[in-house]
């Protein structure tokens, strides 16, 4: 039997040889199980952080006991918050009510982002002395913020004690006369400027703006102002808030420019059971950084804007015309899950690569995701590398783990989503972003990307 079978193997193995070859360069031959995330925390690179990132209910996490989202409602409040980011929620109106100030989302001024599910943590030092919290950050928020004592209506659950500037010998409160409320305030109670943000997901945060000590060992950063949350509820987990990374003129990165030149880096972990960092000032760039320009948009403040140009599957270049990504204009953000695409970039990203993966079973779509295979009883896939290109000829070859996204051994999906309409902003989200150091060097206009830095 098998020496009847020799020559015809021997003939489609050499037949097939230079394709294969070929093919395999832009290729990933992917063990199935590395895309699982497992139970135990491993931290790969020594690369030494400032801040240590972790997924927030991974393995990693100091938060994992908290039950994690659902697939299903994790990719829905990612859509919500993709449509608060593309202003397809009206935007939360209604006056003050200055006699009950704490109240309600009501009296809640836009500012800056969406929560969603901004999965990525890091622990920060609050007051004199210094207490740590663990808080999101998000490049798509500017007011930083977390829970204060004494809450006036309603505080989630988190992790560590609430803070209480009572406590603190250095907390003061920012007046209500002054450019840091005028940019974040949106009442006076006597003379505290109250603040208050509400994301995508109807999620919200209220109270007074303040300012304390912060650090972020090795460094004191003083009088840095945050939002003192005294009524705050939503989809926050355990967190004790959020630092904001954001553009505008309160955020983190605005506020501290005079120590790291508004120039910081981070590198999202391939696997919610493993670890990447957040670092801040000018060591954040690595070698091999391709740089791409932000686009400064004259008409938001918010957001870092960027130009994404094309895509390919299997190094092949799709062919989409330049206006379908030029119309629709894009962002990077760190809190967004899926990236985002033009409906025509979209269709033609899925289309090659259902041709790349012709060979495996398909499985029903779910939720945001269209192109979902069945790797049931595999050991191992051979997936067409993926490609996103940005102005500057910035060529991003992704990690698997930013090509797939795993509900399920038997449900593995194409990470991308549509936008509905073609001129609704592109979003490049956190998933693609995994594993490549992702710089922000905003005094010299660019986003510069490099490699397996994690
Ligand atoms: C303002 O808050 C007070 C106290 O909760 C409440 O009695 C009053 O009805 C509120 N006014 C408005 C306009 O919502
Ligand atoms: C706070 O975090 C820093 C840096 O991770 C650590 O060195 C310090 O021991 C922590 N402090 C407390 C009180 O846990
Ligand atoms: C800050 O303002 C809040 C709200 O008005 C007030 O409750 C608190 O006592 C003030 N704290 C300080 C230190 O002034
Ligand atoms: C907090 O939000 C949850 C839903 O996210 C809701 O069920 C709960 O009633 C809210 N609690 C308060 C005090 O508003
Ligand atoms: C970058 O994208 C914006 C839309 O967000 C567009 O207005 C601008 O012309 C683009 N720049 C280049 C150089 O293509
Ligand atoms: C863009 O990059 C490609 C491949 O890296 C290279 O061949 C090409 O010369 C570059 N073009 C420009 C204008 O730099």
């Given at each position: 039997m098998a020496t009847n079978w020799l020559p015809f193997l021997l003939s489609l193995l050499f037949l097939s040889f230079p394709i294969s070859l070929q093919s395999l360069q832009n290729m990933y031959e992917v063990?199935?199980?590395?895309?699982m995330p497992s139970n135990v925390c491993s931290?790969?690179?020594?690369?030494?952080?400032r801040l240590r990132v972790v997924?927030?209910?991974?393995?990693?996490?100091?938060?994992?006991q908290q039950q994690g989202f659902s697939h299903e409602q994790m990719l829905s409040n990612d859509q919500s918050r993709v449509d608060s980011i593309q202003g397809h929620i009206s935007a939360v109106s209604g006056g003050a009510n200055k006699s009950d100030p704490?109240?309600?989302?009501?009296?809640i001024a836009q500012y800056g982002g969406s929560f969603g599910v901004a999965n990525y943590i890091v622990s920060i030092g609050i007051g004199t002395p210094s207490k740590n919290f663990t808080v999101v950050f998000d490049t798509g928020s500017d007011v930083t913020w977390i829970q204060c004592e004494p809450c006036q209506r309603y505080c989630y659950q988190q992790l560590e004690p609430i803070f209480d500037?009572?406590?603190?010998?250095?907390f003061a409160n920012v007046s209500c006369n002054s450019d840091p409320c005028n940019d974040v305030?949106?009442?006076?109670?006597g003379s505290s400027c109250l603040y208050g943000v509400r994301y995508g997901d109807s999620s919200y945060t209220v109270g007074y703006y303040a300012e304390d000590t912060l650090t972020i060992a090795p460094d004191v950063i003083s009088h840095f102002r945050f939002g003192c949350g005294q009524n705050n509820n939503g989809?926050?987990?355990?967190?004790a808030g959020l630092l904001g990374l954001g553009p505008?003129?309160?955020s983190f990165v605005s506020q501290t420019s005079y120590k790291y030149n508004r120039i910081f880096a981070y590198c999202l972990p391939a696997l919610s059971s493993s670890t990447g960092y957040l670092n801040f000032g000018t060591d954040s760039n690595l070698p091999n950084t391709q740089r791409t320009p932000i686009f400064k948009n004259p008409?938001?403040?918010?957001y870092y804007y960027l130009n994404m140009t094309g895509l390919s599957v299997a190094g092949k270049s799709l062919k989409i015309e330049s206006k379908v990504f030029s119309k629709a204009g894009a962002i990077i953000d760190s809190g967004t899950v899926i990236t985002r695409l033009p409906p025509d970039a979209y269709k033609a990203l899925r289309s090659e690569f259902r041709k790349g993966m012709k060979q495996y079973k398909m499985a029903p779509s779910f939720s945001l995701f269209d192109t979902c295979y069945d790797f049931t009883g595999l050991d191992s896939v051979l997936i067409p590398s993926v490609g996103v290109q940005f102005l500057n000829n910035v060529s991003l070859d992704l990690d698997p783990n930013g090509i797939l996204y795993v509900l399920d051994i038997s449900q593995v999906c194409l990470a991308f989503a549509s936008n509905r309409e073609r001129n609704d902003l592109g979003i490049f989200g956190n998933v693609q972003q995994r594993t490549f150091n992702v710089v922000y060097d905003v005094p010299n206009g660019y986003i510069g990307f490099s490699p397996e830095a994690c």
């Open positions: 063990d199935v199980h590395s895309l931290s790969p690179k020594d690369n030494k952080p997924d927030r209910y991974g393995p990693c996490s100091t938060l994992r704490f109240a309600s989302s009501k009296t500037p009572s406590q603190s010998s250095t305030g949106y009442a006076c109670l989809t926050f987990g355990a967190v505008a003129s309160e008409s938001s403040q918010f």
